[in-house]
């Protein structure tokens, strides 16, 4: 087992009506709050009011509009905010991208320039506003993480940010609230979880526990990942992916494991940075295409560690690794494709044109040299291809 530094500050209230403590958990930051959230969902599922008469005591101010792959530009409105009217704490309600943006928010506002130039220096962040999240989409764990990634459309990046000061001091996870994920993006969702769970379980070395727990966690997804999209209102579905997702993506599951760089999420970012598209659809397009292309190019390494993937997660049995390794790829296709996820880069309109751009920018932003299966910038271009 590798060391580990393991400090998780974040108070999680998990479950139906949790949000009645709201008041009391706001309440040692101080009266003056920033809500933030996204296009409106909150609001057609009445969280809004809700969150309006419990915080009645409270000065509220707002920042909405906050899109997938939250922009810098409603990073610098909500820095605005914050030093025009004193914001004492800030309050996101929605999910990962409402998250991270209050994220990058709360350190910006200490920040003297522009936020987008903080992202780019990645200097230590030592300072932030507090942050409370009420949760409304299981599927990054950034209410329970402290990271965040925000996108520039003016040079087509997508870059992240963390800081332990970023952990948010306390998540409401209400599962009710997860009810109106439509379908589409809840298996968006469960490929996002997945993804976190498998960059933690394909790694240079990974311990007993470690492997366990994550199998738990991926187990998990795949028996409801399907009840939820076709049950949407299914409490037990949606509780047990909203934990999953939770404790998939802050260290939990995988400390203790020897750990590299999330190669699939790399080339995803630089997708989503070019094409705005939706983070779990781009995970589900790449990861098998990727499973097949790092099976060729290594493997003695990747055979057997995909052959344990195919027993352990998906009970698979088969004549000997090479066989059992390429079942494990069907399997998690098929997973894809019964959740109705895209399968192919040309479904969600992206062609070969910016391949060689993409991948040059991958290679020197994402350093996917340290992954798993270390990749450069020819690696990401054939597997784009594969993904037509
Ligand atoms: O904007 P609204 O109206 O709220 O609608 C949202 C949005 O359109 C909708 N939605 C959210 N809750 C809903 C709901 N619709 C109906 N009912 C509800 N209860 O869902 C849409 C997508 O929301 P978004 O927050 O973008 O999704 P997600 O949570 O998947 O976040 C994706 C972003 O997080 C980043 C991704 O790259 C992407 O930018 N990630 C953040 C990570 C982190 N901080 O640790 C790690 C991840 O790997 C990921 O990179
Ligand atoms: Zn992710």
Request: hydrophobic share 45%; aromatic share 8%; net charge negative.
């Amino acid at each position: 087992m590798e060391n580990f530094e393991f400090c998780i500050g974040v108070n999680i209230l998990f479950g139906k009506d949790q949000v009645e403590n709201l008041p009391s958990v706001l309440s040692p930051y101080g009266k003056k709050v920033l809500l933030c959230y996204g296009g409106g969902s909150i609001k057609r599922i009445g969280l809004y009011d809700k969150i309006k008469d419990l915080l009645s005591d409270y000065e509220v101010y707002e920042l909405s509009g906050i899109a997938p792959n939250p922009k810098i530009d409603s990073v610098r409105e909500g820095v605005k905010l914050c030093r025009e009217h004193g914001i004492d704490c800030i309050l996101p309600v929605g999910g990962g991208s409402v998250i991270d943006c209050a994220k990058a928010i709360a350190a910006a506002v200490y920040y003297n320039g522009d936020p987008w130039q903080m992202i780019l220096e990645q200097k230590p962040i030592e300072k932030a506003l507090p942050i409370v999240t009420i949760l409304t989409l299981a599927a990054t764990g950034s209410e329970a993480n402290s990271g965040a990634v925000i996108s520039n459309p003016a040079t087509n990046e997508k870059l992240g940010l963390g800081a332990p000061v970023l952990m948010p001091k306390a998540s409401i996870m209400d599962p009710t609230y997860t009810f109106t994920v439509p379908a589409k993006q809840t298996a968006a969702a469960c490929a996002d979880i997945m993804s976190h769970l498998m960059e933690q379980y394909f790694v240079p070395k990974s311990s007993y526990m470690g492997d366990l727990l994550v199998e738990a966690v991926m187990k998990t997804i795949i028996k409801y990942a399907p009840v939820a999209a076709k049950e949407p209102d299914n409490y037990e579905a949606r509780a047990q992916i909203m934990w999953g997702s939770s404790i998939g993506d802050n260290a939990t599951l995988c400390n203790g494991n020897m750990l590299a760089v999330f190669g699939v999420h790399g080339m995803e970012h630089e997708l989503s940075a070019h094409y705005d598209l939706t983070h779990g659809v781009g995970l589900a397009i790449l990861t098998p295409a990727w499973m097949k292309y790092v099976i060729q190019k290594s493997p003695e390494v990747v055979i057997p560690r995909f052959a344990h993937f195919a027993k352990a997660v998906w009970g698979l049995e088969g004549e000997n690794d090479s066989v059992l390794a390429n079942n494990a790829i069907k399997a998690i296709e098929n997973f894809f494709k019964t959740l109705e996820l895209p399968q192919t880069l040309t479904e969600v309109g992206i062609d070969s044109s910016r391949f060689a751009e993409i991948a040059e920018h991958a290679h020197r932003t994402e350093m996917l040299e340290h992954a798993w299966i270390p990749l450069n910038a020819e690696d990401v271009i054939s597997i784009f291809r594969m993904c037509l």
